[in-house]
C-alpha cells in the first residue's frame, strides 16, 4: 500500500492544474460569476501562517464556488509602495523598488506552494508604472469632477526628515524614525472630497446586511454624525474687524455651565494676535509642536494662554467669559472654537482647574445635591438626569432630550441654529517621499495648477534618486522635476507629492477586473465580475481602507469607471482572526529582550542550553521572532496539513494558536484518510444492504452539514463533520461500491481545505477528471431522515439500556417497549415505575 507523500502529490497536482488553466477567469454568460478577493499583502519579505490562514479562507471558497458551477475570480496582487521600502534603502542600502520586487518575488514563491487556485495572469503590484499610471488617471479625472483640490492645511511636520508624517508615525511628540519633535505646520496639501458623501456613506451601511456588525459600528463612529448648535459669542473690545467667535457645540445644553472660551491656535483671531504680540507668537509655535492626533492631545498637558479679550454669554449679557488659545483645540472640526463647560467635559476640567476658572454643574444625577466636583460628571446622553440650569428650567431630562430642547430654544431666541456635522474629514493623500504614486500636476507660472495630460501617463518615478539626505528625494533630482506645461508648453514643474498608500488599495479590486486595460477599468468586465462577492481580509482595516475604497467606488461610478451596481464595492465581508504563537526571548546584558524563532527553540531552550522565557501566545510578529514559516511547515507536512490545521483548530473569525503538536495531528489525520480511501479503492468486499444504507445515510448528512458549514464560513464546524465521516467510512463493513462511492464523496467534500490529497485520492477512486472542476455533491434529502432512532434508558438518572425503534413510533408503544426491556424489569423488580418519561427522538427517564 502506498504512504502518503505530501511532497510528490503536491507538486503532481498543481503542475495539473496549471496545465488545465483551471483558475483562469474568463467572462462567460453561461455560468453566474463569483468573484472572491483577500486583502492583498504587504511585501514585507517573508508570509506566516497568518497568511496562510487568510488566503486559505478565501481559497476554500473559492473552490467550493467552482465546484457548484460559479465562473470564479480569484486574484493575488500587492500593495508594494510605502515607507517600509524607503526606510530599508536607508538602512542597508539598495533602492527601494529592486527590495520591493525581491520580496514579491520570495512572497509568491512562498504562496504558490499552498495550492491557492489564484489566477496569476491577473497579478499586479501598486508600484508596476501600467497600474499607476491608471491610478493618475484616476486622479486628473476626479479632479475634472471636483473631487481632488488643493488646499492649506495643518499637518504632523518632521523637521528633521522634512516630511509630512501620519498620525500614526507620531510617537510620544516626536517623529518615529527620527525622534525628532514634531511641528504642526500648515502646508498646500491635495485632498479628496470624501467629506461630502459623509451622510451617503454613514446611510449605506445599513444596506451592508452581510457585513459584521462591529465593523459597521466602527464606520460609523468614525464618519461621526452629530446634531448641535452653532452660534457666536459677542467679542468685547476685539481687534479691528472682528467682533465675534464662530461656535460648534453637539452639548448645547451645557451651554448655561460656560467658564471660558477656547480658540485653536491656528484660528484666524489667534493669527492676528500673534502677529502683533510675541508672547502669543512664542505660545503658538509652542502649541504647533504637538502632534496632531486625538490621542496624542488628549494625553498632552492642556495648555492655554489667557488672550485678555473677553466675550458676552448669549443669554446675559453681564456675563462675560475670557477668551483662550488653548493647545487641545483644532481648526480641523467645526469653527476651531469651543465653549469649555468644565463641570460636564474631563478635558475643559482639567484647563479650568490648571486655570482657577468656574466650575459649575448643569446637571447632576438624578436624586443628588449639588455639590462641588472633583472630576467632571459625564453620563452618556442617554441617561436621565436632573438639569439645575437647563433651557426647560429645573426638570430630569435625558441629554439627547435636553439638546434638542436647547437647539429649539436657541433658535427660537435668535442664538444660533442647530446643524448637522459630521467627524468625518476630507482625506489628505500628499506625501513627501519617493516611494508612491506621483501625483500628475503641473506648476506653471502661467497656467498656475494644471494636470499632466492623459498621454503623458505613467508620470513614472526616476530611478537614480540617494537616500542618504533627508527629505523628498524628487525634490532634489536634476531632471524629473522639469517639464512643460500642459497647456501652455512653458517651462514648468512637476508636483514631488506622491499619494498616500491609502489610495492604492482603495481600487485594486476594480482593477483586477480587468488588470491589463489601457484605462482604469474595463467597463464590460466591470459590469460582469462586481461586486466582489467575499472579501476577506484583518479587521484592522475596518475603517480607513474599506471606508476609502468605499468612497471610490462612487467616485469611480461619477467618473464612469465603475458601474452603478458597484457603488458598494463589497457585497460580504468578513473578518478573520489571526494565528498565533508563544514568543520565545532571553535578556541580554542589560536586560533587554531578545527574541528567538520557534525553530530555535526544543524543549523550551536554545541549541546551547540556555533556558528561554516563554511568553504567552500573541500575534505572529517578525520583530518578537513569534513567526511560523510556511516553507518550513510544507516541506515537513506539505501544505495540505498547514491548510487543515489553520481553518479546523477554531472558528474563523477567533484567533487560533498554532502548535507543532497540532500540525502534527493535523498530518497524521490526512495520512489515515488516505489510508482508508487507499483500502476502499482495493476493497471487493460483497454489499451488505443494512451497512451500505448506514454508511449512505452518513456520506449524505456529512454532504448536508459540511456545505452548510462552508457556506457559512463555519469551516471548523465542516472539519469536525468531516472527522466524523472519516470513523464512519473507517467502521463501515460496507459493500466495496459503497465504500469506494463513500470515500470519493469524503475526497470531494474534504477538496476545498486539502485540494491536492483530494486530488490524489479521487485519481485512485477512479473520479472523472480533476476533482478540482468535478461537480459538488448534493444530499438526498430523503437520505436525511433516519428511519430508525436509538434511544437510551436512563433509570434514576443513569444511563442503563438502549433500544432502537422506528423514528416515527409513537411514545405509547416506545413506552411498552422499554417496560419490557430486562434491565428496567429488574429495577423495578415488580413494582410500577414512579415516573416514565418518553423524549422523542431523543431520550427515556425511567425513575423506580
Not at 21 to 44: H, I
Not at 164 to 193: C, H, M, P, Y
Not at 416 to 443: A, N
Not at 626 to 639: F, H, L, S, T
Amino acid at each position: 500500500m502506498s504512504r502518503y507523500s505530501a511532497a510528490e502529490i503536491e507538486a503532481k497536482w498543481q503542475e495539473a492544474w496549471s496545465q488545465a488553466e483551471l483558475f483562469k477567469a474568463v467572462r462567460s454568460a453561461d455560468k453566474p460569476k463569483y468573484y472572491v478577493l483577500e486583502m492583498f499583502p504587504y511585501p514585507s519579505g517573508r508570509i506566516h501562517m497568518g497568511h496562510v490562514r487568510n488566503y486559505t479562507m478565501g481559497d476554500v471558497i473559492a473552490r467550493y464556488k467552482l465546484a457548484t458551477g460559479h465562473n470564479v475570480l480569484h486574484p493575488m496582487g500587492w500593495d508594494a509602495f510605502g515607507m517600509p521600502a524607503e526606510n530599508a534603502a536607508m538602512a542597508i542600502g539598495g533602492h527601494p523598488k529592486d527590495w520591493t520586487y525581491s520580496n514579491i518575488a520570495d512572497m509568491r514563491g512562498q504562496m504558490k506552494p499552498l495550492g491557492l487556485s489564484i489566477d496569476w495572469s491577473r497579478e499586479f503590484a501598486t508600484c508596476d508604472p501600467e497600474y499607476y499610471g491608471q491610478q493618475q488617471a484616476l486622479f486628473i479625472d476626479f479632479m475634472d469632477k471636483g473631487l481632488a483640490y488643493r488646499k492649506n492645511a495643518v499637518v504632523n511636520w518632521d523637521p528633521v526628515d522634512m516630511t509630512v508624517l501620519a498620525n500614526e508615525q507620531v510617537i510620544d511628540g516626536k517623529g518615529w524614525r527620527s525622534g525628532a519633535d514634531v511641528e504642526r505646520r500648515e502646508l498646500t496639501q491635495w485632498f479628496f472630497k470624501i467629506s461630502d458623501y459623509s451622510e451617503e456613506l454613514l446611510d449605506a451601511l445599513d444596506t451592508l446586511d452581510n457585513w459584521p456588525a462591529k465593523v459597521k459600528l466602527m464606520q460609523a463612529n468614525w464618519i461621526g454624525k452629530s446634531r448641535g448648535l452653532q452660534f457666536a459669542f459677542g467679542l468685547i473690545d476685539g481687534p479691528h474687524g472682528t467682533d465675534r467667535i464662530e461656535v460648534y457645540t453637539t452639548r448645547p445644553d451645557t451651554l448655561m455651565g460656560a467658564s471660558f472660551v477656547g480658540i485653536s491656535p491656528d484660528h484666524p483671531l489667534a493669527k492676528q494676535l500673534e502677529r502683533d504680540t510675541p508672547d502669543v507668537a512664542e505660545f503658538c509655535a509652542l502649541c504647533r509642536k504637538g502632534g496632531t492626533t486625538a490621542e496624542a492631545i488628549e494625553t498632552a498637558e492642556k495648555l492655554g494662554y489667557d488672550t485678555g479679550l473677553r466675550v458676552r454669554h448669549p443669554f446675559d449679557t453681564a456675563w462675560e467669559l475670557p477668551v483662550y488659545i488653548a493647545n487641545f483645540i483644532l481648526m480641523d472640526y467645526g469653527t476651531g472654537a469651543i465653549f469649555g463647560c468644565p463641570a460636564h467635559d474631563q478635558r475643559d476640567f482639567d484647563f479650568a482647574t490648571k486655570y482657577d476658572l468656574p466650575i459649575n454643574p448643569v446637571f447632576i444625577p438624578t436624586g443628588a445635591e449639588e455639590a462641588p466636583l472633583t472630576q467632571a460628571f459625564t453620563p452618556l446622553k442617554s441617561e436621565t438626569v436632573h438639569y439645575v440650569r437647563g433651557f426647560a428650567g429645573e426638570a430630569a431630562q435625558t441629554g439627547d432630550d435636553a439638546v434638542a430642547t436647547a437647539i429649539d430654544f436657541c433658535e427660537s431666541n435668535g442664538v444660533g441654529q442647530g446643524v448637522t456635522k459630521f467627524r468625518l474629514r476630507d482625506w489628505g493623500l500628499s506625501r513627501q517621499r519617493y516611494w508612491g504614486c506621483p501625483i500628475p500636476i503641473v506648476h506653471c507660472d502661467t497656467c498656475g495648477v494644471v494636470p499632466e495630460k492623459k498621454e503623458n501617463l505613467p508620470i513614472e518615478l526616476p530611478y537614480d534618486v540617494t537616500f542618504d539626505t533627508p527629505g523628498n528625494p524628487l525634490d532634489r533630482h536634476p531632471t524629473w522635476r522639469n517639464c512643460s506645461c500642459p497647456t501652455c508648453g512653458e517651462p514648468a514643474l512637476r508636483e514631488t507629492d506622491t499619494m498616500d498608500t491609502f489610495v492604492d488599495s482603495s481600487w485594486y479590486y476594480a482593477r483586477f477586473t480587468a488588470p491589463h486595460a489601457s484605462t482604469p477599468t474595463d467597463m464590460a468586465e466591470a459590469e460582469y465580475w462586481m461586486n466582489v462577492d467575499q472579501y476577506i481580509g484583518g479587521i484592522e482595516h475596518a475603517i480607513l481602507h474599506l471606508l476609502y475604497s468605499r468612497f471610490f467606488a462612487r467616485a469611480m461610478q461619477i467618473t464612469g469607471h465603475l458601474p452603478p451596481k458597484a457603488i458598494e464595492p463589497f457585497n460580504a465581508l468578513f473578518t478573520q482572526g489571526m494565528v498565533t504563537h508563544e514568543i520565545y526571548l532571553t535578556r541580554d546584558a542589560a536586560g533587554r529582550p531578545v527574541y528567538h524563532l520557534p525553530e530555535d527553540v526544543t524543549d523550551g531552550k536554545l541549541a546551547d542550553g540556555t533556558a528561554v522565557e516563554i511568553i504567552p501566545s500573541a500575534k505572529m510578529s517578525k520583530s518578537k521572532k513569534n513567526v511560523v514559516d510556511p516553507d518550513q511547515i510544507i516541506a515537513q507536512y506539505g501544505a495540505d496539513t498547514a491548510r487543515w490545521f489553520v481553518l479546523s483548530d477554531s472558528p474563523p473569525e477567533r484567533d487560533v494558536e498554532w502548535t507543532a503538536s497540532g500540525a502534527e495531528a493535523a498530518f497524521k489525520h490526512l495520512a489515515r484518510v488516505h489510508r482508508i480511501a487507499t483500502e476502499a479503492a482495493s476493497s471487493d468486499t460483497a454489499a451488505n444492504p443494512t451497512e451500505d444504507d448506514a454508511l449512505l445515510r452518513a456520506m449524505h448528512k456529512a454532504i448536508h452539514d459540511v456545505t452548510g458549514g462552508v457556506e457559512s464560513f463555519g469551516f471548523n464546524a465542516s472539519i469536525a463533520k468531516l472527522y466524523a465521516f472519516t470513523n464512519a467510512v473507517a467502521k463501515s463493513k460496507a459493500g466495496a461500491a459503497t465504500k469506494q462511492q463513500a470515500a470519493k464523496t469524503l475526497a470531494q467534500l474534504m477538496s476545498p481545505m486539502t485540494p491536492h490529497l483530494s486530488e490524489e485520492l479521487w485519481q485512485l477512486l477512479g473520479g472523472d477528471g480533476l476533482i478540482a472542476s468535478a461537480p459538488w455533491p448534493q444530499a438526498d434529502e430523503a437520505m436525511l431522515v433516519d428511519e430508525t432512532v436509538t434511544l437510551p434508558i436512563q433509570i434514576n438518572g443513569k444511563r442503563r439500556a438502549e433500544i432502537s425503534v422506528p423514528a416515527d413510533m409513537p411514545k405509547e408503544e416506545v413506552e411498552k417497549l422499554v417496560l419490557a426491556h430486562d434491565a428496567v424489569i429488574r429495577a423495578l423488580d415488580g413494582a410500577q415505575p414512579k415516573k416514565l418519561i418518553v423524549v422523542p427522538g431523543r431520550i427515556v427517564n425511567v425513575v423506580v
